[in-house]
T-cell receptor
Framework: GQNIDQPTEMTATEGAIVQINCTYQ??????LFWYQQHAGEAPTFLSY????GLEEKGRFSSFLSRSKGYSYLLLKELQMKDSASYLC????????????FGTGTKLQVIP | EPEVTQTPSHQVTQMGQEVILRCVPI?????FYWYRQILGQKVEFLVS????????KSEIFDDQFSVERPDGSNFTLKIRSTKLEDSAMYFC????????????FGQGTRLTVV
């Protein structure tokens, strides 16, 4: 089975940097996704890590350590529109590539 | 940019009625999924579909649920006799072949059972 843990809520200030952590336990691992989800909308893709290390994409970076079962999403220069839920999701290494989501971290950006 | 499309965007139905939620995945994708998200809760896996059959399903996906890919393009989720607790957002997703591919999500169908 899989177990994915994230903090439930976080608050950060506009212009600051915030790090959202995710730990996972899985019987087979084939990558970790980060998605952003605004209320009432579908998740939108942010990043995908399958190898250890940091992937940078503009204001967003994602880090993975497979040996520790750990990832984080780093958001820089926070903007008010970054207020959303951030979902960590793990992809199985099995034939059917199932993606399992964590509970999500609700980020509130304040002025 | 390719996208997954879902219809309808919002469906209201009476308890006990059957509903069919429709999805058109990205055309060359191989793996198809349904997820649901009850308001304020996490995105929950329902079922995965590969090679024209169910490959995995969760405990939520009981006998009231079924999926079909009737014509090679549409991917449907049927709920035979809806219950109040089936009210949720239902998301369809697809993944292509290859290692470095994201799961593409449709915009969701908001199902309200009254």
């Amino acid at each position: 089975g899989q177990n994915i843990d994230q903090p439930t809520e976080m608050t950060a200030t506009e212009g600051a940097i915030v790090q959202i952590n995710c730990t996972y336990q899985t019987s087979g691992f084939n990558g970790l996704f980060w998605y952003q989800q605004h209320a009432g909308e579908a998740p939108t893709f942010l990043s995908y890590n399958v190898l250890d290390g940091l992937e940078e994409k503009g204001r967003f970076s994602s880090f993975l350590s497979r040996s520790k079962g750990y990832s984080y999403l780093l958001l820089k220069e926070l903007q008010m529109k970054d207020s959303a839920s951030y979902l960590c999701a793990v992809r199985n290494s099995g034939g059917y590539q199932k993606v399992t989501f964590g509970t999500g971290t609700k980020l509130q950006v304040i002025p | 940019e390719p996208e997954v499309t879902q219809t309808p965007s919002h469906q209201v139905t009476q308890m006990g009625q059957e509903v069919i939620l429709r999805c058109v995945p990205i055309s060359n994708h191989l793996y198809f999924y349904w997820y649901r998200q009850i308001l304020g809760q996490k995105v929950e896996f329902l079922v995965s579909f590969y090679n024209n059959e169910i490959s995995e399903k969760s405990e939520i996906f009981d006998d009231q649920f079924s999926v079909e890919r009737p014509d090679g393009s549409n991917f449907t989720l049927k709920i035979r006799s809806t219950k109040l607790e089936d009210s949720a957002m239902y998301f369809c997703a697809s993944i292509g072949q290859g290692g470095y591919t994201e799961a593409f999500f449709g915009q969701g169908t908001r199902l309200t059972v009254v």
